[in-house]
Nanobody
Framework: QLQVVESGGGLVQPGGSLRLSCVPS????????IAWFRQAPGKEREGVSC????????IYPDSKKGEFTISKDNAKTTVYLQMNNLTPEDTAGYYC?????????????????WGQGTQVAVPS
């Protein structure tokens, strides 16, 4: 059974950093793309980042390029989303989704396997 588990969220002051983790089980990252999404209360789910099976990473919000970085460890057992210089606008539930695709997309797909999410709160 395919599963992903997120961790690393929390409460952080503006300008602080967090590193989120997404750990897959039941499959290998050699064949799956991992995408990060976030959803704030009352807003639609938004694509944040994605990394392909070959390790090509993309950050989608233009305002976060240079602040967020996606990577995976050499053993390909964990995907990380490093988030620096966080602002209150980054407050949301963060979710990772696994899909057996070779290329990244910022959109939700019918093939997605979702985790339960991890909460990030940045007070104003």
């Amino acid at each position: 059974q395919l599963q992903v588990v997120e961790s690393g969220g929390g409460l952080v002051q503006p300008g602080g950093s967090l590193r989120l983790s997404c750990v897959p089980s039941g499959f290998t990252l050699d064949y799956y793309t991992i995408a990060w999404f976030r959803q704030a209360p009352g807003k639609e789910r938004e694509g944040v980042s994605c990394i392909s099976p070959t390790g090509v990473g993309t950050i989608y919000p233009d305002s976060k390029k240079g602040e967020f970085t996606i990577s995976k460890d050499n053993a390909k057992t964990t995907v990380y989303l490093q988030m620096n210089n966080l602002t209150p606008e980054d407050t949301a539930g963060y979710y990772c989704a696994a899909r057996r695709h070779l290329v990244c997309s910022s959109r939700v797909t019918a093939d997605d396997t979702w985790g339960q999410g991890t909460q990030v709160a940045v007070p104003s």
